[in-house]
């Protein structure tokens, strides 16, 4: 698929793209909450996201096209206005959300009945676009304090939205509010982090301040800037021992949450992670190599091994993927520790394909748990057998997980393993290797429950997904499946965004 | 000494910064916790409004130097140091901080306001604000759904 | 597309849509069957057009897709996998011919699964052997180890399931760990996996590098069995006979020994083997593999278990075959694969018929057996003629090549455990046609059989056309080694005496 | 096909062959006419075939296979005369099996004669080779033969030592081939003058394991017991198609490829002395014959030893001569046997008023083995005490051949008879050995007494046939040489009648004789049950290790990461957040110290 011909909007539309794919889920938020009824919300909902979904397409198109895209909010120049500026890194990470987002949106129209209380849809639907849209905002922005606002925009609307689990799960409350002492920890970390560099350079816009840091000489609030930022971005991006929050919330927050945090928001953080350390620090910031060599390695190659064999002994379904999801998060960042352009490459690759399965995974579980209100590993025996669409799909994500041939994880685990070896990291390569095995092993558990084991007598039986769910679900599935065959669209722009990032720096 | 004196907003902010993570971490109340989180939050406002300010440094207004309201400020300058730079010149405090800070405390009153009614709801639900509690509860809740291997 | 894209198609699709129009009518037993079969023997001629097609020198290619640049899902046939199809589409036809009888008469449960699955592993088969390079053989591969994987499982008891963990956990994980790796070093190392006559590594590594891929990838081949990965393969005796049959004797093993001689014959080649110090590992690993599992087949009772063990030690004989650095090895591999599948299968399907008639499974109950079911049992005694390696049985042509190519590159230890192994293998099998046969009437012996009429007739005719093709072969392993002689050709003159 | 071609056919195929075919159609012979036809006439037809290939041309029908040339036929003087006897005794054998219906015994009977006389036809070394692991395979169904578990143990100690001698051959000719590239025997060793005889280099690549293949089948010393173990547990046809072929085959080879190699000068010679010890105290009959067939091989392989002209005319002279008598003795204690059910010295005696023909060809029989001139032992026997004594240097083995000479008198040519037929009556009255029986006694006897009385019809068949005419003008019928042997065995006769008279001699007492057959059947049983432990063990290791390395990995993983673990129990909330800390102080760390 070539992206350069891809042309989904007029020109004058695409060029109000990237404002328009924030600001309509952004005001899709303020409607639904005053929607009248949960049907109304749910409809806004999915309109708002699909336009979001719509404008990062046309963006990533117009960055095929043409390189960067700097887009001046009210028409002022940097670096006293407020820049968007997307690049093909941004353009592949807000197409991910936007993607998610639509399905997620569409998938919410059942799940919620079964998991939020009635009258809370409206405001569940304004708390999910308003995540939506501080994410989408949190990427295409160019600007490092208004990374933090949509950072907080999208992270309040989760606490939030986790917490509204309770309904099914009273443990989804004390999962929240860890979150949120958590994210909000990290999030402060990263303004103060902000606040050194802006001490330093005088500016808050990234591209200006990786540009003076380039002149300046190493000084300590520099180098506490980058230490802040990484750690506070290390929280929110789940960062191996910093991911205490992240199985919580996602095993007990409503599926919808589970699906949408799990394919987007550590996505974002990292995203942002990845900005800062290959942009914003120049060249001269030998303190950003160590970190990577020293403190991301090891960190990513500990939740690979530490987080998947928790995953392997876990015991509810759930908290078993989320425990993969910190797992996963460990690939990615040895896929950054690389520090070199087919390693961003990579790992950019890897958290688009990782975003796709794992929403298709945790989708297929809120499927299930409509008709069987399941949460362990055994209640899900035979599932195939009644549900056998939802539990395809769900096959399919975890293929892809475990990174059989044919389905993007496959080429994504190939791409980071590659590079490893390019760039002589054996180590890093035999860590992929291991952790893929164990990845193995506990979906394999899964995989047996699902479609070998015969249900338990009495147990309650599990009915197919409707159509509304099914929908989403096997269009994510088919994604993980097609850029398993064809990546060129995934691949096109990881390695666009890595080439631009890693030209900053030769 | 004089490095206290000089930096010492940045030792104020250090001790309200490490006292506020100390309640985050140490308390099992989830309301002290929140309240450790605000003040944590406000050592980073105050960090921020503390380096924007420059000694000397007038407030941030644009103005026409020439006008009535430039020449007003210039009868408030030092002379000499109008004689130098002119009013164009004059020192400002940079505001984009306190902009900035001021959107910082929006976003906290917000999660503010967020963890407080969660932590409402975990006293609903749990009838208890103490995670010691709150987590036993779900303990014994798990062990149930999951019998031991 | 021309007549050779159209046949690897055709293999490739013809058992897929078998496995489709089997789930179709799984109904309708009697069709279900059938179907089958004309779907065997439609994938045998396929499969043998272009076995014929390749000896002209006309080999087919395909490329199908290409996820990433130099990462093509590609065909491309050469005389080993054009062999290799054959052997196992014929052998598929053979097979279902026994499965029919045995699952019948034995009034097995999910039938329709167990038809579907075996098609679908023949599809794995045929992408295996016509794979063009390591990548596409690698997902056919992964694809084979996972449409067995319900067949292992077949009975679903807990026994059952845990087999089929090991089973997945070992081959899986050992291509996860092993393979994969070895594939993505290659990739790095050449830029390519493509299969490249001469050896696609020859002159781009050095010696410690290229150990290490070798390493990687013999072992990660764990269908091979190479010890200490082979505990998979007498742990899935659990499953039913045909299953063992086919899988445990011919298309699961032999995809591990295939994928092994074809990275031996095409990714490094015999003259950068002869250079590799981890190459002689592996023959040493190999040596210990053949003895030890002959040796521990002699302590097995379960005849299926015996039968898996001696597997293991014949497959390290194809491995041993691909790393001696000797070009005449890699034809004495070739012929071993086919050779030791005739003979291996026709003992499985024995075992079966026993066990479906009278519901022994092991050694000590089947003594005088054999004067009631005595095609079964002579089946079996040419079965185990060969598997020892005893003329007139075509095993024995494959060994010669093998002990003498062990021999003069230098091996030795190699042809001793070749040696010791066959002496070994006499002793643990001729015992179980000898005891059925010649024994005087034992406890197995007496009563009736436990399905009236004994073994199916399908079966009978299966397993002694198979013991048939033992013999057969023994006279027409010329045209095969001429066959098979181009992929040794590259400096085959120049180790020859 | 015109008369001509089949005729150039016959003589370009392997006489083998014909058996070996005419065997794959006994097992569906309904009728006893059909059975009989291909019995005797598979035979008939090789030897046609044989007598055809007409002048002894070196007419080399070749197959080339796996990049070897395969010389399937390759008939010259040495392989004629072994040949020859091959096929007569197949015929003999098909004759004497006629009596009773066992299609097994019969086919595999029939395969093993025709893979022996093809495998003496064969030009080289891997058909050889086949042929001789398909004489192992077809022999030993004459073993399993009786079907009982004895019989079933049996033929697998058989199997093994026989498969043993041929993974032995296949493993030099492997190594030979593979540092040589040679196979066939013409280029491997070089003809002595021109003759067919040849002697491989002891040093080459694989020879002494091609030595020890050979020698196992010639049951050399240690490794004989085989033979004693396997023939008197058979069928009454089973010791005589058994005592035919498979150890004369293995002379025939080592003639081939190791004549004149002195090892087997001193090993033939033991040869023939060691068995005569155990022959004489043993009970059973055929196992009596089976330690003087050993005791006879010796005879040739010392002479195959010596090498000379003369001493390789004696082997294959004896050799032809052996497989006659010793199929005779074979024959008469398989009558006794059929008729009897046993052949126990001590159950049998006085057989001979009710078995008088059978009685008359085993004394014709025990009369050549003995070599009693005019009987076909002398004129063979001779050749190879000629041999002997020809070289000074031997004289210690002409000695010990000398010793054994008059020990085969008293062990077969006087105990045989005496205790089966004669000795004291045991009152069994059984019937006359059926017809088919005593025709194949007749037969075999009336050659023994042939070429007893007209050595010349075997000298001209013998591989160095000038010599062998020469021998037999000046050197047979010499005064000196007959009085020699008539003495040795009137000497030998008188011990016997002594020690029988004062009641010396060993009785007949029943019982099983062991030597180093000790270590085969008490040895490798305790051998097995004392290393079946630690297989077990490896059985257990090997099939298990999965399971080991899941339990004990496994188990350690669970420990600490199962949801109550140590390494993932709930982590309190605070250590999270400390975590964050000790991130964020690792990093700064890094930023300013590093």
């Given at each position: 698929?070539?992206?350069?011909?891809?042309?989904?909007a007029?020109p004058?539309?695409?060029a109000?793209?990237?404002?328009?794919?924030?600001?309509?889920?952004?005001?899709?938020?303020?409607?639904?909450?005053?929607?009248?009824?949960g049907?109304?919300?749910?409809m806004?909902?999915?309109?708002?996201a699909?336009?979001?979904?719509?404008?990062?397409?046309?963006v990533?198109?117009?960055?095929?096209?043409?390189?960067?895209?700097l887009?001046?909010?009210?028409?002022?120049?940097?670096?006293a206005?407020?820049a968007?500026?997307?690049?093909?890194?941004?353009?592949l990470?807000?197409?991910?959300i936007?993607?998610v987002?639509?399905?997620?949106?569409?998938?919410?129209?059942?799940?919620?009945?079964?998991?939020?209380?009635?009258?809370?849809?409206?405001?569940?639907?304004?708390?999910f676009?308003?995540?939506?849209?501080?994410?989408?905002g949190?990427?295409?922005?160019?600007?490092?304090?208004n990374?933090?606002?949509?950072?907080?925009?999208s992270?309040i609307g989760?606490?939030?939205?986790?917490?509204?689990?309770?309904?099914?799960d009273?443990?989804?409350?004390?999962?929240?509010?860890?979150?949120?002492?958590?994210?909000?920890?990290g999030?402060?970390?990263?303004?103060i982090?902000v606040?050194?560099?802006?001490?330093?350079?005088?500016?808050?816009?990234?591209?200006?301040?990786?540009?003076?840091?380039?002149?300046?000489?190493?000084?300590?609030?520099?180098q506490?800037?980058?230490a802040?930022?990484?750690?506070g971005l290390?929280?929110?991006?789940?960062?191996?021992?910093?991911?205490?929050w992240?199985?919580?919330?996602?095993?007990?927050?409503?599926?919808?949450?589970?699906?949408?945090?799990?394919?987007t928001?550590t996505?974002?953080?990292?995203?942002?992670?990845?900005?800062?350390?290959?942009?914003?620090?120049?060249?001269?910031?030998?303190?950003?190599?160590?970190?990577?060599?020293?403190?991301?390695?090891?960190?990513?190659?500990?939740?690979?091994?530490v987080?998947?064999?928790?995953?392997?002994?876990?015991?509810?379904?759930?908290?078993?993927?989320?425990?993969?999801?910190v797992?996963?998060?460990?690939?990615?960042?040895?896929?950054?520790?690389?520090?070199?352009?087919?390693?961003?490459?990579?790992?950019?690759?890897?958290?688009?394909?990782?975003?796709?399965?794992?929403?298709?995974?945790?989708?297929?579980?809120?499927?299930?748990?409509?008709?069987?209100?399941?949460?362990?590993?055994?209640?899900?025996a035979?599932?195939?057998?009644?549900a056998?669409?939802t539990?395809?799909?769900?096959?399919?994500?975890?293929?892809?997980?475990?990174?059989t041939?044919?389905?993007?994880?496959?080429?994504?685990?190939?791409?980071?393993?590659?590079?490893a070896?390019?760039?002589?990291?054996?180590w890093?390569?035999?860590?992929?290797?291991?952790?893929s095995?164990?990845?193995?092993?506990?979906?394999g558990?899964?995989?047996?429950?699902m479609?070998f084991?015969?249900?338990?007598?009495?147990?309650?039986?599990?009915?197919?997904?409707?159509?509304?769910?099914?929908v989403?679900l096997?269009i994510?599935?088919?994604?993980?499946?097609?850029?398993?065959?064809?990546?060129?669209?995934?691949?096109?722009?990881?390695q666009?965004?890595?080439?631009?990032?890693f030209e900053?720096?030769? | 000494?004089?490095?206290?004196a000089?930096h010492?907003n940045?030792?104020?902010?250090?001790?309200?910064?490490?006292?506020?993570?100390?309640?985050v971490?140490?308390?099992?109340?989830?309301i002290?916790r929140?309240i450790?989180?605000?003040?944590?939050?406000?050592?980073?406002?105050?960090?921020?409004?503390?380096?924007g300010?420059?000694?000397?440094?007038?407030?941030?207004?644009?103005?026409?130097?020439?006008?009535a309201e430039?020449?007003?400020?210039?009868?408030?300058?030092?002379?000499?140091?109008?004689?130098?730079?002119?009013?164009?010149?004059?020192?400002?405090?940079?505001?984009?901080?306190h902009?900035?800070?001021?959107?910082a405390i929006?976003v906290?009153?917000?999660?503010?306001?967020?963890?407080?009614?969660?932590?409402v709801?975990?006293?609903?639900s749990?009838?208890?604000v103490?995670?010691?509690?709150?987590?036993?509860?779900?303990?014994?809740?798990?062990?149930q759904?999951?019998?031991?291997? | 597309?021309?007549?050779g894209e159209?046949?690897?198609?055709?293999?490739?699709?013809?058992?897929?849509?078998?496995?489709?129009?089997?789930?179709?009518?799984?109904?309708?037993?009697?069709?279900?069957?059938?179907?089958?079969?004309?779907?065997?023997?439609?994938?045998?001629?396929?499969?043998?057009?272009?076995f014929?097609?390749?000896?002209?020198g006309?080999?087919?290619?395909?490329?199908?897709?290409?996820?990433?640049?130099?990462?093509a899902?590609?065909?491309?046939?050469?005389?080993?996998g054009?062999?290799?199809?054959?052997?196992?589409?014929?052998?598929w036809?053979?097979?279902?011919?026994?499965?029919?009888?045995?699952?019948?008469?034995?009034?097995?449960a999910?039938?329709?699964?167990?038809?579907?699955?075996?098609a679908?592993?023949?599809?794995?088969?045929m992408?295996?052997?016509f794979?063009?390079n390591?990548?596409?053989?690698f997902?056919?591969?992964?694809?084979?180890?996972f449409?067995?994987?319900?067949?292992?499982?077949?009975a679903g008891?807990?026994?059952?399931?845990?087999?089929?963990?090991?089973y997945?956990?070992?081959?899986?994980?050992?291509?996860?760990?092993?393979?994969?790796?070895?594939?993505?070093?290659?990739?790095?190392?050449?830029?390519?996996?493509?299969?490249?006559?001469?050896?696609?590594l020859?002159?781009r590594?050095?010696?410690?590098?290229?150990?290490?891929?070798?390493?990687?990838?013999?072992?990660g081949?764990a269908?091979?069995?190479?010890m200490?990965?082979?505990g998979w393969?007498?742990s899935?005796m659990?499953a039913?006979?045909?299953?063992?049959?086919?899988?445990?004797?011919?298309?699961?093993?032999?995809?591990?020994?295939?994928?092994?001689?074809?990275?031996?014959a095409?990714?490094?080649?015999?003259?950068?083997?002869?250079?590799?110090?981890?190459?002689?590992?592996?023959?040493?690993?190999?040596?210990?593999?053949?003895?030890?599992?002959?040796?521990?087949?002699?302590?097995?009772?379960d005849?299926?278990?015996?039968?898996?063990?001696?597997?293991?030690?014949?497959l390290?004989?194809?491995?041993?075959?691909?790393?001696?650095?000797?070009?005449?090895?890699?034809?004495?591999?070739?012929?071993?694969?086919?050779?030791?599948?005739?003979?291996?299968?026709?003992?499985?399907?024995?075992?079966?018929?026993i066990y479906?008639?009278?519901?022994?499974?092991?050694?000590?109950e089947?003594?005088?057996?054999?004067?009631r079911?005595?095609?079964?049992?002579v089946?079996f005694?040419?079965?185990s003629?060969?598997?020892?390696?005893?003329?007139?049985?075509?095993?024995?042509?494959?060994k010669?090549?093998?002990i003498?190519a062990?021999?003069?590159?230098?091996?030795?230890?190699?042809?001793?455990?070749l040696?010791?192994?066959?002496l070994?293998?006499?002793?643990f099998?001729?015992?179980?046609?000898?005891?059925?046969?010649?024994?005087?009437a034992?406890?197995?012996?007496?009563g009736?059989?436990?399905?009236?009429?004994?073994?199916?007739?399908?079966?009978?005719?299966?397993?002694?056309?198979?013991?048939a093709?033992?013999?057969?072969?023994?006279?027409?392993v010329?045209p095969?080694?001429d066959?098979l002689?181009?992929?040794?050709?590259?400096?085959?003159m120049?180790t020859a005496? | 096909?015109?008369v001509?071609?089949?005729?150039?056919w016959?003589a370009?195929?392997?006489?083998?062959?014909?058996?070996?075919?005419?065997?794959?159609?006994?097992p569906?012979?309904?009728?006893?006419?059909?059975r009989?036809?291909?019995?005797?006439?598979?035979?008939?037809?090789?030897?046609?075939?044989l007598?055809n290939?007409?002048g002894?041309?070196?007419?080399?029908?070749?197959?080339?296979?796996?990049?070897?040339?395969?010389?399937?036929?390759?008939p010259?003087?040495?392989?004629?005369?072994?040949?020859?006897?091959?096929?007569?005794?197949?015929?003999?054998v098909g004759?004497?099996?006629?009596h009773?219906?066992?299609?097994?015994?019969?086919?595999?009977?029939?395969?093993?004669?025709?893979?022996?006389?093809s495998?003496?036809?064969?030009?080289?070394?891997?058909?050889l080779?086949?042929?001789?692991?398909?004489?192992?395979?077809?022999?030993?169904?004459?073993?399993?033969?009786p079907?009982?578990?004895?019989?079933?143990?049996?033929?697998?100690?058989?199997?093994?030592?026989q498969?043993s001698?041929?993974?032995?051959?296949?493993?030099?000719?492997?190594?030979?081939v593979?540092?040589t590239?040679?196979?066939?025997f013409?280029?491997?060793?070089p003809s002595?003058?021109?003759?067919?005889?040849?002697?491989m280099?002891?040093?080459?690549?694989?020879?002494?394991?091609?030595?020890?293949?050979f020698?196992?089948?010639a049951?050399?010393?240690?490794?004989?017991?085989?033979?004693?173990?396997?023939y008197?547990?058979?069928?009454?046809?089973?010791a005589?198609v058994?005592?035919?072929?498979?150890?004369?085959l293995?002379?025939?080879?080592?003639?081939?490829?190791?004549?004149?190699?002195?090892?087997?000068?001193?090993?033939?010679?033991?040869m023939t002395?060691?068995?005569?010890?155990?022959a004489?105290i043993?009970?059973?009959?055929?196992?009596?014959?089976a330690?003087?067939?050993?005791n006879?091989?010796?005879?040739?392989?010392?002479?195959?030893?010596?090498g000379?002209?003369?001493?390789?005319?004696?082997?294959?002279?004896?050799?032809?001569?052996?497989?006659?008598?010793?199929?005779?003795?074979?024959?008469?204690?398989?009558a006794?046997?059929?008729?009897t059910?046993?052949t126990?010295?001590?159950?049998?005696?006085?057989?001979h008023?009710?078995?008088?023909w059978?009685?008359?060809?085993c004394?014709?029989?025990?009369a050549?083995?003995?070599?009693?001139?005019?009987?076909?032992?002398f004129?063979?026997?001779?050749?190879?005490?000629s041999?002997?004594?020809?070289?000074?240097?031997?004289?210690?083995?002409w000695?010990?051949?000398?010793?054994?000479?008059a020990?085969?008198?008293?062990?077969?040519?006087i105990?045989?008879?005496?205790?089966?037929?004669?000795?004291h009556?045991?009152?069994?009255?059984?019937?006359?050995?059926?017809?088919?029986?005593?025709?194949?006694?007749?037969?075999?006897?009336?050659?023994?007494?042939?070429?007893?009385?007209?050595?010349?019809?075997?000298?001209?068949?013998?591989?160095?046939?000038?010599?062998a005419?020469?021998?037999?003008?000046?050197?047979?019928?010499?005064?000196?040489?007959?009085?020699?042997q008539?003495?040795?065995?009137?000497?030998?006769?008188?011990?016997?009648?002594?020690?029988?008279?004062?009641?010396l001699?060993?009785?007949?007492?029943?019982?099983?004789i062991l030597?180093?057959?000790?270590?085969?059947?008490?040895?490798?049983?305790?051998?097995t049950s004392?290393?079946?432990?630690?297989?077990?063990?490896?059985?257990?290791w090997?099939?298990?290790q999965?399971?080991?390395?899941?339990?004990?990995?496994?188990?350690?993983?669970r420990?600490?990461?199962?949801?109550?673990?140590?390494?993932?129990?709930?982590?309190?909330?605070?250590?999270t957040?400390?975590?964050?800390l000790?991130i964020?102080?690792?990093?700064?760390?890094?930023a300013?110290?590093?």
């Amino acid at each position: 698929m070539q992206l350069e011909a891809l042309y989904v909007a007029q020109p004058a539309l695409t060029a109000q793209a990237p404002i328009l794919a924030i600001a309509v889920p952004l005001i899709g938020a303020c409607a639904a909450a005053l929607a009248p009824s949960g049907r109304a919300g749910w409809m806004i909902s999915v309109v708002a996201a699909m336009v979001s979904a719509w404008m990062a397409l046309a963006v990533a198109g117009e960055v095929m096209r043409e390189g960067v895209i700097l887009y001046q909010l009210g028409g002022f120049a940097p670096p006293a206005g407020i820049a968007l500026r997307v690049d093909a890194m941004g353009a592949l990470i807000a197409l991910l959300i936007g993607a998610v987002g639509t399905l997620a949106a569409v998938f919410s129209g059942h799940s919620l009945a079964a998991e939020v209380r009635p009258e809370k849809h409206t405001l569940f639907q304004a708390g999910f676009l308003l995540a939506q849209a501080g994410m989408v905002g949190l990427v295409y922005t160019g600007d490092a304090f208004n990374a933090f606002v949509f950072l907080e925009v999208s992270s309040i609307g989760t606490y939030a939205l986790v917490a509204a689990g309770e309904r099914r799960d009273r443990r989804a409350l004390p999962a929240a509010f860890n979150y949120l002492i958590m994210g909000t920890i990290g999030a402060t970390f990263y303004v103060i982090g902000v606040g050194f560099l802006y001490g330093a350079t005088g500016t808050l816009n990234m591209a200006d301040m990786a540009a003076r840091l380039g002149t300046l000489d190493q000084n300590a609030a520099v180098q506490a800037g980058f230490a802040f930022i990484v750690a506070g971005l290390g929280v929110k991006a789940a960062m191996f021992p910093l991911h205490g929050w992240l199985p919580g919330a996602y095993a007990h927050g409503p599926s919808l949450i589970s699906l949408f945090l799990a394919a987007t928001a550590t996505k974002a953080a990292i995203y942002l992670m990845a900005r800062f350390l290959f942009e914003v620090f120049p060249d001269g910031a030998a303190f950003g190599d160590m970190f990577l060599q020293w403190v991301l390695a090891p960190l990513g190659a500990a939740a690979v091994i530490v987080c998947s064999l928790q995953a392997v002994f876990a015991r509810e379904l759930r908290r078993m993927i989320a425990f993969s999801s910190v797992a996963q998060v460990g690939f990615i960042f040895l896929g950054f520790s690389l520090a070199n352009a087919s390693g961003l490459s990579a790992a950019l690759f890897y958290m688009t394909a990782h975003g796709l399965m794992k929403a298709a995974m945790f989708m297929a579980l809120g499927g299930l748990a409509i008709s069987i209100g399941a949460r362990r590993l055994e209640d899900f025996a035979g599932v195939a057998r009644e549900a056998p669409w939802t539990a395809v799909a769900f096959g399919i994500g975890a293929a892809s997980l475990v990174g059989t041939p044919l389905t993007m994880g496959f080429l994504a685990k190939w791409q980071i393993m590659e590079a490893a070896l390019a760039g002589g990291r054996i180590w890093i390569f035999a860590v992929m290797a291991a952790g893929s095995v164990l990845t193995l092993v506990y979906v394999g558990r899964i995989i047996e429950v699902m479609f070998f084991r015969e249900p338990a007598p009495g147990a309650p039986r599990a009915k197919e997904s409707p159509v509304g769910v099914l929908v989403p679900l096997l269009i994510l599935a088919g994604l993980s499946l097609w850029f398993g065959i064809d990546a060129s669209l995934p691949q096109q722009l990881a390695q666009a965004g890595a080439a631009s990032l890693f030209e900053v720096r030769p | 000494m004089s490095w206290i004196a000089t930096h010492f907003n940045y030792v104020v902010v250090v001790i309200l910064m490490m006292a506020g993570l100390f309640i985050v971490f140490s308390s099992g109340n989830l309301i002290k916790r929140m309240i450790g989180l605000a003040l944590f939050q406000s050592s980073t406002a105050l960090f921020y409004i503390s380096f924007g300010k420059v000694s000397g440094g007038t407030a941030a207004i644009t103005l026409d130097a020439q006008g009535a309201e430039g020449q007003a400020l210039a009868a408030q300058l030092d002379p000499a140091y109008v004689a130098q730079f002119g009013v164009e010149g004059v020192v400002y405090s940079n505001p984009l901080p306190h902009v900035l800070i001021l959107t910082a405390i929006v976003v906290g009153v917000a999660t503010l306001a967020v963890g407080l009614a969660i932590a409402v709801r975990v006293r609903e639900s749990y009838g208890t604000v103490e995670s010691d509690e709150i987590d036993a509860v779900s303990r014994v809740a798990a062990e149930q759904a999951e019998p031991a291997p | 597309m021309n007549g050779g894209e159209l046949l690897i198609l055709l293999a490739l699709t013809l058992p897929l849509f078998a496995a489709a129009m089997i789930y179709a009518v799984g109904r309708m037993p009697d069709v279900r069957e059938t179907l089958t079969l004309v779907a065997c023997i439609g994938l045998a001629i396929v499969a043998i057009s272009i076995f014929v097609r390749v000896g002209q020198g006309d080999p087919p290619a395909l490329t199908v897709a290409e996820p990433l640049p130099g990462l093509a899902i590609a065909f491309r046939v050469e005389p080993l996998g054009a062999l290799f199809a054959v052997m196992a589409s014929v052998l598929w036809g053979v097979n279902s011919l026994f499965s029919i009888g045995y699952m019948r008469g034995r009034r097995e449960a999910r039938q329709t699964r167990f038809y579907i699955c075996f098609a679908l592993a023949m599809f794995g088969v045929m992408g295996i052997a016509f794979a063009a390079n390591l990548f596409t053989l690698f997902l056919f591969y992964e694809a084979l180890t996972f449409v067995t994987y319900p067949l292992v499982t077949h009975a679903g008891t807990p026994a059952a399931r845990r087999a089929g963990r090991v089973y997945l956990v070992t081959l899986v994980g050992a291509s996860v760990l092993l393979f994969l790796p070895g594939i993505i070093g290659v990739q790095s190392m050449a830029g390519s996996t493509t299969f490249t006559p001469g050896g696609l590594l020859n002159g781009r590594v050095d010696a410690a590098a290229g150990s290490v891929l070798l390493l990687l990838l013999v072992f990660g081949a764990a269908k091979a069995a190479l010890m200490p990965l082979h505990g998979w393969l007498p742990s899935a005796m659990v499953a039913p006979a045909p299953v063992s049959a086919l899988l445990h004797a011919v298309a699961v093993v032999k995809a591990g020994v295939f994928a092994v001689l074809k990275v031996s014959a095409y990714i490094f080649g015999p003259d950068l083997i002869s250079t590799l110090p981890a190459a002689t590992w592996i023959l040493w690993m190999a040596a210990g593999s053949i003895v030890i599992a002959s040796l521990v087949a002699l302590t097995k009772d379960d005849l299926k278990t015996r039968l898996a063990w001696s597997t293991v030690s014949q497959l390290a004989y194809v491995t041993s075959a691909a790393m001696l650095p000797m070009a005449s090895g890699l034809v004495a591999g070739g012929l071993h694969m086919v050779f030791h599948a005739v003979a291996k299968i026709t003992l499985f399907m024995c075992a079966g018929a026993i066990y479906v008639a009278t519901g022994a499974n092991r050694v000590s109950e089947i003594g005088g057996l054999g004067r009631r079911m005595p095609w079964v049992f002579v089946a079996f005694l040419a079965a185990s003629f060969a598997i020892v390696g005893l003329p007139p049985m075509a095993a024995m042509w494959s060994k010669f090549l093998l002990i003498t190519a062990s021999f003069g590159s230098g091996e030795w230890f190699t042809a001793a455990a070749l040696i010791a192994s066959s002496l070994l293998s006499l002793v643990f099998l001729m015992p179980v046609a000898f005891r059925a046969l010649f024994s005087p009437a034992g406890d197995g012996a007496g009563g009736e059989f436990v399905r009236p009429g004994g073994t199916p007739v399908t079966s009978l005719v299966a397993l002694c056309v198979t013991a048939a093709a033992c013999v057969v072969l023994f006279v027409a392993v010329e045209p095969l080694a001429d066959y098979l002689a181009p992929i040794a050709a590259v400096s085959f003159m120049e180790t020859a005496p | 096909m015109t008369v001509e071609r089949l005729a150039d056919w016959l003589a370009n195929t392997n006489p083998g062959f014909f058996i070996l075919f005419a065997a794959l159609f006994v097992p569906f012979a309904r009728s006893n006419i059909v059975r009989a036809l291909l019995l005797v006439g598979g035979p008939a037809v090789a030897l046609v075939a044989l007598i055809n290939a007409d002048g002894l041309s070196l007419n080399l029908s070749t197959l080339k296979i796996l990049g070897y040339e395969l010389v399937l036929y390759r008939p010259d003087s040495l392989s004629f005369v072994f040949g020859l006897a091959f096929i007569i005794a197949s015929a003999l054998v098909g004759i004497y099996s006629l009596h009773r219906r066992d299609a097994m015994q019969d086919s595999t009977a029939m395969l093993y004669a025709g893979a022996a006389v093809s495998a003496v036809f064969v030009g080289d070394l891997i058909s050889l080779f086949i042929m001789w692991e398909l004489t192992a395979i077809a022999s030993v169904f004459q073993v399993l033969a009786p079907r009982s578990q004895d019989s079933v143990r049996a033929a697998m100690r058989y199997l093994v030592f026989q498969i043993s001698s041929g993974l032995l051959v296949l493993a030099g000719v492997c190594m030979f081939v593979s540092a040589t590239g040679q196979t066939q025997f013409a280029l491997i060793a070089p003809s002595m003058a021109g003759l067919p005889v040849g002697v491989m280099d002891i040093a080459a690549p694989g020879a002494v394991l091609i030595l020890a293949g050979f020698g196992i089948k010639a049951a050399f010393p240690m490794v004989h017991n085989w033979l004693q173990d396997a023939y008197p547990k058979t069928t009454e046809t089973g010791a005589v198609v058994l005592s035919a072929f498979t150890t004369k085959l293995a002379v025939y080879a080592l003639a081939r490829y190791f004549a004149g190699l002195e090892w087997l000068i001193w090993i033939g010679a033991i040869m023939t002395v060691f068995p005569v010890f155990f022959a004489v105290i043993e009970n059973d009959l055929r196992k009596v014959l089976a330690y003087s067939l050993n005791n006879q091989v010796g005879f040739m392989v010392c002479a195959v030893g010596i090498g000379t002209q003369l001493a390789v005319n004696g082997a294959a002279a004896h050799a032809f001569a052996h497989i006659m008598y010793k199929a005779l003795l074979f024959m008469s204690m398989g009558a006794v046997l059929y008729r009897t059910g046993t052949t126990k010295a001590t159950d049998l005696g006085g057989l001979h008023r009710t078995m008088p023909w059978t009685t008359l060809f085993c004394l014709v029989g025990a009369a050549s083995i003995s070599a009693l001139p005019f009987f076909s032992g002398f004129v063979a026997k001779s050749m190879v005490m000629s041999a002997s004594y020809a070289d000074p240097a031997l004289f210690v083995v002409w000695i010990m051949l000398l010793f054994a000479s008059a020990g085969v008198l008293e062990h077969s040519g006087i105990k045989i008879p005496y205790f089966a037929f004669f000795g004291h009556d045991s009152g069994k009255r059984p019937q006359e050995a059926p017809f088919n029986m005593l025709m194949a006694m007749g037969l075999a006897a009336a050659l023994c007494i042939l070429i007893g009385v007209s050595p010349g019809w075997l000298y001209r068949f013998l591989p160095y046939e000038q010599v062998a005419r020469e021998y037999l003008a000046s050197d047979l019928w010499t005064a000196p040489h007959v009085l020699q042997q008539l003495q040795l065995l009137v000497f030998a006769m008188l011990a016997f009648m002594l020690l029988q008279w004062r009641k010396l001699y060993p009785a007949e007492a029943p019982g099983l004789i062991l030597d180093v057959e000790w270590l085969w059947r008490r040895g490798w049983p305790m051998l097995t049950s004392a290393l079946s432990a630690p297989m077990r063990q490896l059985g257990r290791w090997a099939g298990g290790q999965a399971g080991l390395i899941n339990g004990m990995v496994g188990g350690l993983a669970r420990q600490a990461f199962a949801p109550n673990g140590w390494a993932s129990a709930k982590v309190p909330f605070s250590v999270t957040a400390v975590c964050s800390l000790a991130i964020l102080g690792l990093v700064l760390a890094i930023a300013l110290f590093r």
